[in-house]
């Protein structure tokens, strides 16, 4: 019966304090204590929901308010520096750091465990190289008459609904200042996006922008949008990290005027994304669908985005490029780490294929194929500082995106509310309220100090590791840690192939098995 304790304490003080504020009012204070919580246990013990608070009337609601605040309990007082997920308070302290213009210099030495497994890291050269700026990198094929040179660090896909409209106009802003470009993300270009920042404007499956009133691609409002000066490429998106393989809903309540507007739908409607494009249905379609695209935004550069899945289904896309003639300028290779974006936890969890393993992947199958001339690898997934940039691009990037770093340079906590439109920073949400905290015109600065800062510390380690420049860098200059006595070279962990090597069998079984598999007629395999 004790766990029916507080219950009675309750009710038995609201009684004394109900007879005691007959007779004096001063006593109602009590009472106003007192009762509520009576009320609350009573409700607890009828109701049949929740076996927890009918079994232990008020204190089972202790259970579930410790619960709640456990996370941001151990993110700010139990967990270390190199603890947390899925950013540690390290990295969200350089970002903050870098942001800021404060030192980002770390005193003492470093905290990791050189000797644990995993453990990387990039050799220096005896005669460092001279270090010069960060330089572009040009993003159009043969085929592209507007080619875009790119920045080596740019802020990835994240939609206007997804994030508030002051962060998207801090973002942009601070990639018009940097110099660097800002993907719209799928939910289209809005008057937040409008301050004069370079666009990747992103095509998802609901063409949101361009799109008619049962959803279908409208090539004429795409010719419209497409001609601006600012936007200067086009992504098709296939899929993300986040939810590979999954549509989404955005419910018509949370769909203001203003996202509608951006998106080309009607206010107060649910505004679906297909789990699927309805422009095409096979990668020969699809290449004549990127044709087209260029074509109408008069040759800018186009190209995809997506989280690797089945390897034949990104083969058979390199073939159709090979068999139509058609090239993509640049792919982007999104990671399963996820993003802004939230998802379903088995999505989160278990589907789609990590960054490296993915950017591998990528690479091989341009390289095998013998497009990787013509095509920019783009590599987006938790990128953080230069040595992130580094390792990516020894495995075949030539750039990278970022969109959490990005938001923890607005002021992101990582409270993790993204979804819940609670967004304590006002980053992540439409809610006025929360929003107005937030300062465009210094979170646009620190967008600006942050990634140029990044980009600066990438050629510090260009330099010391004794190399003229990022696109330099090889798969032999990153030592991975198998062991406390055993480490090897990314060269000598992964499988790499040779231009054209697909196309005349790879040695690779297993790449070779792929490519037979993969049929340009068709994402199914042959």
């Known amino acids: 019966m004790f766990r029916f304790l507080p219950w009675f304490t309750a009710v038995f003080a609201s009684i004394l304090f109900g007879i005691a504020a007959a007779r004096n ?52 007082f139990f967990d270390d520096d190199l603890q947390g997920a899925p950013y540690n308070r390290e990295q969200k302290s350089v970002v903050y750091a870098r942001a800021k213009g404060d030192n980002d210099f770390e005193p003492f030495g470093t905290e990791k465990n050189v000797l644990r497994s995993g453990f990387e890291w990039i050799n220096h050269a005896i005669v460092p190289a001279d270090r010069i700026d960060p330089p572009r990198v040009r993003i159009g094929s043969d085929q592209c008459d507007r080619p875009y040179d790119a920045s080596l660090l740019n802020i990835s896909a ?57 959803g279908e691609f409208d090539a004429e409002q795409f010719t419209e949008t497409a001609s601006d000066s600012q936007v200067r490429m086009v992504s098709i998106k296939l899929s993300q990290g986040a939810k590979a393989g999954h549509g989404g809903i955005l419910p018509g309540a949370k769909v203001s005027k203003e996202i509608a507007a951006a998106r080309g739908v009607k206010p107060g409607e649910d505004c679906i994304s297909p789990s699927r ?77 990590p960054l490296r393993d993915g950017l591998l992947f990528a690479r091989n199958s341009l390289v095998g194929c013998g497009l990787k001339d013509q095509v920019r690898i783009v590599a ?46 006002g980053v992540a949400t439409q809610d ?47 030592r991975h840690r198998l062991n406390a006595r055993d480490t090897a070279t990314y060269a000598q962990l992964h499988t790499l192939l040779e231009p054209d090597e697909l196309k005349d069998g790879a040695h690779d079984p297993w790449y070779r098995e792929q490519w037979q598999l993969a049929q340009a007629g068709s994402f199914t395999p042959a």
């Open 25 to 76: 009012s001063a006593f109602g204070w009590g009472l106003v204590v007192t009762l509520p919580l009576a009320l609350v246990g009573l409700h607890d013990w009828l109701q049949q929901r929740h076996t927890l608070t009918r079994n232990y009337p008020l204190v089972g609601h202790l259970r579930w308010m410790l619960e709640a605040i456990g996370p941001h309990l151990r993110q700010y």
């Open 158 to 214: 994240m939609s206007f609904g997804s994030l508030s409209g002051r962060a998207i106009h801090a973002l942009n802003i601070g990639a018009r200042e940097g110099g660097f470009a800002h993907d719209t993300g799928e939910g289209g270009i809005s008057v937040h996006h409008r301050h004069g920042g370079d666009l990747v404007w992103e095509l998802g499956s609901g063409y949101f922008g361009c799109r008619t009133d049962n």
């Open 277 to 353: 494009h309805s422009a095409f249905s096979t990668p020969l379609e699809l290449m004549t669908f990127a044709g087209r695209l260029r074509k109408l935004s008069g040759g800018k550069p186009v190209g995809i985005k997506l989280c690797i899945g089945h390897p034949w289904e990104f083969l058979a896309i390199c073939k159709a490029m090979l068999e139509t003639g058609i090239v993509f300028d640049f792919v982007i290779i999104d990671g399963k780490e996820g993003g802004t974006g939230a998802a379903p936890e088995e999505f989160s969890d278990n589907v789609g294929t």
């Open 380 to 425: 987006s997934g938790k990128i953080v500082t230069g040595f992130d940039m580094a390792r990516t691009m020894a495995l075949g990037a030539d750039l990278c995106n970022a969109a959490r770093t990005f938001m923890f340079a607005l002021g992101c906590v990582q409270s993790r509310r993204c979804h819940l439109n609670t967004c304590p920073t």
């Open 432 to 478: 006025d309220w929360r929003q107005r905290g937030l300062d465009i015109e210094d979170k646009a600065q620190r967008v600006r100090r942050y990634q140029s800062a990044t980009c600066s510390s990438l050629m510090d380690i260009i330099a010391a590791a004794g190399l003229d420049s990022p696109a330099a860098i090889r798969p032999q200059h990153i």
